[in-house]
């Protein structure tokens, strides 16, 4: 009874393929949204102030930071948890690939977080005049509640290597 229970739960791992597959959908999504901006930008591009333009260029960045978050946990995740990626040596690999353990992972993790809250309390500060001080008083406290928290992890994680 013991050894089916522990190959019951061993195999369960696979019921996080479908999650880790339904990411890439959400990383097509995120290319669609990309390209509807970048479509949207250009034929206004000279009609745009200097400040809007970079207000929308940084949304531009923020969605690249996202997708590459997605494809980071996509990958590491499924290579961490249910399987190891079975890619033919005449194809491109990513140098990371194999690499990255689930602690590193969540490293990335709390780093691309950071810089994702990074881009968007500029875009905040960029439009500051128009926003609440209330609010923007909260949005830097949640920025320093991710700054902290990656932080604390990074020192944790130092801390139990040793």
Do not use: C
Not at 39 to 67: K, R, Y
Not at 109 to 116: G, R
Request: hydrophobic content about 55%; charged content about 15%; proline content about 2%.
């Amino acid at each position: 009874m013991e050894r089916f229970i522990e190959n019951a739960m061993y195999a369960s791992r696979w019921l996080l393929a479908p999650i880790y597959f339904g990411l890439s959908l959400g990383l097509l999504a995120l290319a669609l949204k990309f390209f509807q901006e970048v479509i949207h930008l250009l034929p206004n591009v000279f009609a745009m102030a200097e400040s809007e333009l970079i207000l929308v260029l940084l949304s531009l960045i923020d969605m690249a930071l996202v997708g590459g978050l997605l494809v980071m946990v996509m990958i590491s995740g499924y290579e961490n948890f249910v399987s190891q990626l079975d890619i033919d040596d005449n194809k491109e690999k990513l140098n990371w690939l194999g690499t990255m353990d689930s602690s590193s992972l969540k490293m990335k993790v709390a780093a691309s977080i950071v810089a994702i809250s990074s881009i968007h309390l500029l875009r905040i500060f960029m439009d500051a005049k128009n926003v609440d001080p209330q609010h923007l008083m909260w949005y830097v406290i949640i920025h320093m509640t991710f700054v902290i928290s990656a932080f604390a992890m990074g020192y944790l994680d130092k801390v139990t290597k040793h």
